[in-house]
Each structure stands twice: as C-alpha cells, then as structure tokens.
T-cell receptor, first 114, second 110 residues
Framework: DTAVSQTPKYLVTQMGNDKSIKCEQN?????MYWYKQDSKKFLKIMFS???????INETVPNRFSPKSPDKAHLNLHINSLELGDSAVYFC?????????????FGAGSRLTVL | GQSLEQPSEVTAVEGAIVQINCTYQ??????LSWYQQHDGGAPTFLSY????GLEETGRFSSFLSRSDSYGYLLLQELQMKDSASYFC???????????FGAGTTVTVRA
C-alpha cells in the first residue's frame, strides 16, 4: 500500500559507473519530483514532471536524465557517477490544487559513490 | 530565487513547548509548509499556511505573517518521538517548485 515507492533503497558503486533509480506513486497525483539531500540534510529540487512533461530542471548536470513513462512513474538515470553524487535521492509527488506545497515523499535511495 | 532561514538546532525536555522560526525571501510566494524528518526517514508533510494566521493540528501549530515574511512551527507537549529535523519550505504556486530551509534539529530529552 506504499504511496510513493522507490527502488533500490541503497546503491553502492564505483566512480564512472551508471545507475538508475525507479519511482512509482499510486496516489493518482499529476506531478512528480526528484530531490537530492546532501550530507548536511539540505533538500534541493532536481526535476519536476507534470503528466509526463518536464517542467522544472534545476541546473542539474546533464549526466542526470529523468524519464517519466507515465504520470505514475518517474525514473532517474545517472551516467558517469562522481564522488559528489553521493547523497540520498528522494522521489515525491503532489496532487493538483496544492501545487508543490504538499509533497508525499518516497523512502529515499541512498547512493554511495566510491 | 528563494532563501529561508531557520535555527540549526533546538533542545528541550519532554512536555515542553518549542517554537521554530522561519524567515524567507522569495518572489511569487504562495505558501509556507513544514515537514518533519526522522533520522534515516523521509520528509513527511506537517502543515501548510497560505494565508496569515495560525493553523492548529493536534499538538503542532503553524503560523504565517506574509507582511513580515515570517512563520513558525509550534510543537507542544513535546514527546521523545518528536526528536527529528523540521524543515520550512516555500512554494511558488501550482506546478512550481518547493524550496526548503536547511532544517532545525529538535532534540527532546527526558
């Protein structure tokens, strides 16, 4: 019954590798997001999609490529991983009407780049 | 752009009251939200103020003054389980992004 689920929960990989994180929401929300939380707990938006359409791309390196096959799914692919990519990546969604103010987050995917 | 300021940490005893202040600078303000995050967990939505005044939800209340670009989260009757990080966030309206403050770590002691 998980509202926003993302997999995997943990990724440990070497620099230069490519990895993907998947996200699915069963809330019927129209908008989905990727947020990055660094070691100081600062949460920063990366991308936002509304009904499969990219609406926010927040100066993220083009090694990061989101993809939304339908409005319930938003995946994140990262190429050529760097040490600085180590963080927790949260997927989130929001319903129409509240805008981005009321977000439901997934449990997070902790990425460690060695 | 948007910027938010909130205290980095607060410590209090069980049963006490804690107020976490948040000041913000933003263009196109549409609301102030609060989120709670326990260590190792996901942020969870607590409250949202679009208009001036106080919103109460159980032991937690949130206040907004748009003219002062200021809000606060009030935690009453503190319990050990309230030990967490609390984030204020400002939104720019529908389909817009939510920008978060750096978070306030609340530690509740017995």
């Amino acid at each position: 019954d998980t509202a926003v689920s993302q997999t995997p929960k943990y990724l440990v990989t070497q620099m230069g590798n490519d990895k993907s994180i998947k996200c699915e929401q069963n809330l019927g929300h129209d908008t989905m997001y990727w947020y990055k939380q660094d070691s100081k707990k600062f949460l920063k938006i990366m991308f936002s999609y509304n009904n499969k359409e990219l609406i926010i791309n927040e100066t993220v390196p083009n090694r990061f490529s989101p993809k939304s096959p339908d409005k319930a799914h938003l995946n994140l692919h990262i190429n050529s991983l760097e040490l600085g990519d180590s963080a927790v990546y949260f997927c989130a969604s929001s319903p129409a009407g509240t805008g981005a103010n009321v977000l439901t987050f997934g449990a997070g995917s902790r990425l460690t780049v060695l | 752009g948007q910027s938010l300021e909130q205290p980095s940490e607060v410590t209090a005893v069980e049963g006490a009251i804690v107020q976490i202040n948040c000041t913000y600078q933003t263009s196109g303000f549409y609301g102030l939200s609060w989120y709670q995050q326990h260590d190792g967990g996901a942020p969870t939505f607590l409250s949202y103020n679009a208009l001036d005044g106080l919103e109460e939800t159980g032991r937690f209340s949130s206040f907004l003054s748009r003219s002062d670009s200021y809000g606060y989260l009030l935690l009453q009757e503190l319990q050990m389980k309230d030990s967490a990080s609390y984030f204020c966030a400002v939104g720019g309206g529908d389909l817009s992004k939510l920008s978060f403050g750096a978070g306030t770590t609340v530690t509740v002691r017995a």
